[in-house]
């Protein structure tokens, strides 16, 4: 029998300062990798599955984690940490805390990120709180202008709602294309197929 998803939402309103550029910048820096690397964006760490896989087994790029959990993005710090004392050297990858709807402006620089992984998003289901989601008006409006040409939005969830929703914003600025399978997968995603349940997914280019 599948079991339930169940996950705390942290209340994305309850962080109301954008984060710096500063906050992903120095750690890249500090560590060799500098910031000329293709940077790649996952809006909502999680538990850094997907996070940590991808940057391993793509070293030519830099790869950034934005959560809103404290303690969830401390965490996937830690991990990541943990892979540089080992010896594995995991330079190209870190994740910084904080509100991801209100940062990406603040956080990168017109055509700087050449993807952004939207991936089992708080669903807030509720109309009230329908304005915490991860993607709206302004937010599509951000991504595009920080994409690349030919940037590419990642989007998967397992709430049909939600992947309606979102793929409407998207289309306003975006073209959707048929979705590129990607070999790493996030807590989420692996959890999900496990119990055989049903995962949307799509792509938008810009």
């Not at 599955?49 to 710090?77: C, H, S, T, W």
Request: glycine share 4%; with cysteine; hydrophobic share 35%.
């Amino acid at each position: 029998m599948a079991q339930r998803r169940f996950r705390i939402h942290t209340n994305p309103m309850s962080f109301p300062i954008p984060i710096t550029r500063e906050a992903w910048t120095k750690y890249f820096e500090e560590n060799g990798e500098g910031t000329n690397k293709p940077l790649y964006v996952d809006l909502g760490t999680g538990k850094g599955d997907f996070l940590i896989d991808i940057a391993k087994n793509n070293p030519e790029n830099n790869y950034l984690g934005l959560e809103v959990r404290i303690l969830q993005n401390l965490q996937v710090q830690e991990k990541i940490l943990k892979e540089n004392t080992e010896g594995k050297k995991l330079t190209n990858c870190w994740s910084v805390q904080g509100n991801a709807t209100i940062s990406i402006k603040n956080m990168f620089k017109d055509k700087e990120v050449s993807a952004y992984f939207i991936q089992f998003p708080d669903p807030w289901l509720k109309k009230k709180h329908v304005k915490r989601r991860m993607v709206k008006d302004n937010n599509v409006e951000e991504m595009y202008d920080t994409l690349k040409d030919d940037g590419v939005v990642y989007l998967i969830t397992d709430v049909e709602e939600v992947f309606i929703d979102f793929c409407e914003h998207l289309k306003t600025k975006f073209k959707q294309i048929p979705y590129h399978d990607i070999d790493e997968k996030s807590h989420w995603e692996k959890w999900r197929e496990l119990n055989n349940e049903t995962i949307y997914r799509a792509c938008f280019v810009k």
